[in-house]
T-cell receptor
Framework: DADVTQTPRNRITKTGKRIMLECSQTKGHDRMYWYRQDPGLGLRLIYYSFDVKDINKGEISDGYSVSRQAQAKFSLSLESAIPNQTALYFCATSESRTRDDYGYTFGSGTRLTVV | AQSVTQLDSQVPVFEEAPVELRCNYSSSVSVYLFWYVQYPNQGLQLLLK??????LVESINGFEAEFNKSQTSFHLRKPSVHISDTAEYFC????????????FGKGTLLTVNP
């Protein structure tokens, strides 16, 4: 099983619908992140969480919300999807206690299309 | 604030040729630097990283990158590429101490042709 699992892998939804993307991890990491990837724009940070009680906005949080249900689970919601939210979404985790690491572990991504 | 500039959006090369993917960063504090690789239809995988110590870091598949503080660069190189190296490569920078977050460049698509 993958260390970081994202569901669904692909989703097509209609404008105005609410949709939730889920992320779960078995790494035991305390930090989790949501990024979106758009062609030519790289990865941009949407939200991040340093522990269950700590949620922070990233550079492009408008139109999104998150929930950290447990250390291992971090969900991203689009309350009312719009076409420019069509993108590839990645969840990532990292470990704060291992100062020599500083690396992220990524999930395989969710490809979301809003029509 | 930190930022990353990848100077080339696409780099086409022939198999067995050398390649350099360029990355420049800006940050007002000490930084940690990373290269990630994304193969088609996959997530990102860590290729190599610079945290401290030797400025030349290497990956297990023949890539290397050199941290140049004076030029604020972290270019990725490989002396001889393979078809299987075709992928998108992202440079990333982290700063801010224990509350670091990664900021990514826009990516460079490396296409290795036979």
């Amino acid at each position: 099983d993958a260390d970081v699992t994202q569901t669904p892998r692909n989703r097509i939804t209609k404008t105005g619908k609410r949709i939730m993307l889920e992320c779960s991890q078995t790494k035991g990491h305390d930090r989790m992140y949501w990024y979106r990837q758009d062609p030519g724009l790289g990865l941009r940070l949407i939200y991040y969480s340093f522990d269950v009680k700590d949620i922070n906005k990233g550079e492009i949080s408008d139109g999104y919300s998150v929930s950290r249900q447990a250390q291992a689970k971090f969900s991203l919601s689009l309350e009312s999807a719009i076409p420019n939210q069509t993108a590839l979404y990645f969840c990532a985790t990292s470990e704060s206690r291992t100062r020599d690491d500083y690396g992220y572990t990524f999930g395989s991504g969710t490809r979301l299309t809003v029509v | 604030a930190q930022s990353v500039t990848q100077l080339d959006s696409q780099v086409p090369v022939f198999e067995e040729a050398p390649v350099e993917l360029r990355c420049n960063y800006s940050s007002s504090v000490s930084v940690y630097l990373f290269w990630y690789v994304q193969y088609p239809n996959q997530g990102l995988q860590l290729l190599l990283k610079y945290l401290s110590g030797s400025t030349l870091v290497e990956s297990i598949n023949g890539f290397e990158a050199e941290f140049n503080k004076s030029q604020t660069s972290f270019h990725l190189r490989k002396p001889s590429v393979h078809i299987s190296d075709t992928a998108e490569y992202f440079c990333a920078v982290a700063s801010g101490g224990s509350n670091y977050k990664l900021t990514f460049g826009k990516g460079t698509l490396l296409t290795v042709n036979p």
